[in-house]
């Protein structure tokens, strides 16, 4: 089991930026993959960042967000600059011991959620 919890998220302004946090209960934390999700409200949840073997991210964040991790704290870090109003949601921690892409119904550990949302 891994138990996940999320911190960071709040009010920003167009343009602005946010870190969000994400740590790990588990000391295996530095082999499991780690993603970032999202989802806004009536919207399904969408990909945004991923870091494993290799590292990803969503077309719509490509160049403004990166994922980061530091296995010795067992936390994943999601830097958000240049937010646009369109990235408000619910952003989601994931882990899992073995799957590295973009699909969330294949990650088996969430955390609870932080609220994002940027103001036009």
């Known amino acids: 089991q891994v138990q996940l919890v999320e911190s960071g998220g709040g009010l920003v302004q167009a343009g602005g930026s946010l870190r969000l946090s994400c740590a790990a209960s588990?000391?295996?934390?530095?082999?499991?993959?780690m993603g970032w999700f999202r989802q806004a409200p009536g919207k399904e949840r969408e990909f945004v960042a991923a870091s494993g073997g290799n590292t990803i991210y969503a077309d719509s964040v490509k160049g403004r967000f990166t994922i980061s991790r530091d296995n010795a704290k067992n936390t994943v870090y999601l830097q958000m600059n240049s937010l646009k109003p369109e990235d408000t949601a619910v952003y989601y921690c994931a882990a899992d011991p073995h799957y590295s892409g973009r699909d969330y119904k294949e990650y088996d550990y969430w955390g609870q959620g932080t609220q994002v949302t940027v103001s036009s």
């Open positions: 588990r000391r295996t934390f530095s082999y499991y993959v």
